[in-house]
């Protein structure tokens, strides 16, 4: 079975600067997708960015861009710039074949100060 | 962009009543509606996976008789909770994948419901 693991429960990052947000998974698929979402205090579920695990570039969308290294099967979130906005639940998840399921992390709570 | 709608948001009620979710695709149509139950601060779990014009699928652990789940169309698909008691309190949110999505497409999400049961 499919497990993704995020072990840092919170994490804290002052304005402007740059942190990163870790996932590791595990699957026996070569095919699959790669996400993260946001979780506002609002609950709203926002999707950050995604990957495909058959491409080798990493994804990038404006601040937010992931590491991502199959063989180590991890899946890290760099948010650069990090914003007052930027404070919620990040949580990363696994997909993988069509209309599958996602296999969700525990989620990491990320505080931004001002 | 997608639009997934939920309804109703915000649900208090006795307990013994059995209250009825809707989760709707606005502007695509859905094969596959998954529904979540999450406490706070906690990760989203699925409880099961609804297939428009086949039985929903329940993951292990989920009571079927207690969470029923009805996808009688390509943009609505329903989840009632079932005499419900104060355990089952807790958030609740759907998603929506589209006809012609695959898994590289993100699932599209409700806003959520957050049911409390007195």
């Known amino acids: 079975a499919q497990t993704v693991t995020q072990s840092q429960p919170e994490m804290s990052v002052q304005e402007a600067e740059t942190v990163t947000l870790s996932c590791t998974y595990d699957t026996s698929e070569s095919d699959y997708y790669l996400f993260w979402y946001k979780q506002p205090p609002s609950r709203q579920m926002i999707l950050v960015i995604r990957q495909e695990a058959y491409k080798q570039q990493n994804a990038t969308e404006n601040r937010f861009s992931v590491n991502f290294q199959k063989a180590a099967k991890s899946f890290s979130l760099k948010i650069s710039d990090s914003q007052l906005g930027d404070a919620a639940m990040y949580f990363c998840a696994y997909g993988a074949g069509a209309n599958s399921k996602l296999t969700f992390g525990k989620g990491i709570t990320l505080s931004v100060r001002p | 962009g997608a639009v997934v709608s939920q309804h109703p948001s915000r649900v208090i009620c006795k307990s013994g009543t059995s209250v009825k979710i809707e989760c709707r695709s606005l502007?695509?149509?859905?094969?596959?509606m998954f529904w979540y139950r999450q406490f706070p601060k906690q990760s989203l779990m699925l409880m099961a996976t609804s297939n428009e014009g086949s039985k929903a699928t329940y993951e292990q652990g989920v009571e079927k008789d207690k969470f029923l789940i009805n996808h009688a169309s390509l943009t609505l698909s329903t989840l009632t909770v079932t005499s419900a008691h104060p355990e089952d309190s807790s958030f609740y949110i759907c998603?929506?994948?589209?006809?012609?999505?695959?898994?590289?497409?993100?699932?599209?999400f409700g806003d959520g419901t957050r049911l409390s049961i007195l």
């Open positions: 998603s929506a994948r589209g006809v012609d999505s695959h898994s590289n497409q993100p699932q599209h």
């Open positions: 502007d695509f149509q859905a094969t596959t």
